[in-house]
């Protein structure tokens, strides 16, 4: 599944942000949105071991992981390109589980290659946090 702002095709769920206080659409036109157009794509397996995985940035038509100019990116160890969507794609797992005992737990970020690192110190910065 695409997921992201854009309204084109290969989005499957268009997500937007929520102004606090805004009573219409009108209230949060002047905003400047802080998901990315194509935000993330999350691949399910529908065979055990049921994985799922998610994956920061959006996809062309050829497939191809598409990143903003401003978008950190860094060269792995063994040669494969990674990066973060300019705004971040973050993910908490709740402490305790999905349960009535859930607890907030630790935000992480996701890279275009599916890794996990503790925050940047802002959303936007270039330098990514540690891996996780």
Not at 5 to 17: G, H, K, L, N
Not at 64 to 79: H, P, Q, R, V, Y
Request: glycine share 8%; net charge positive; charged share 20%.
């Amino acid at each position: 599944f695409q997921i992201g702002r854009s309204t084109e095709s290969p989005i499957d769920f268009v997500v937007t942000d929520t102004v606090p206080g805004s009573q219409s659409n009108s209230d949060t036109q002047s905003v400047q949105s802080t998901i990315s157009r194509f935000a993330c794509r999350i691949i399910c397996e529908r065979n055990p071991p049921f994985t799922a995985r998610i994956y920061a940035a959006g996809f062309d038509s050829s497939k191809n992981i598409f990143l903003g100019e401003k978008a950190a990116k860094w060269k792995t160890s063994d040669g494969q390109m990674d990066g973060l969507t300019t705004n971040g794609v973050l993910v908490m797992h709740p402490r305790n589980g999905f349960t009535e005992d859930s607890k907030p737990g630790v935000w992480r970020e996701i890279s275009v290659c599916g890794n996990v690192f503790s925050l940047r110190e802002t959303r936007s910065a270039q330098q990514r946090g540690k891996m996780v």
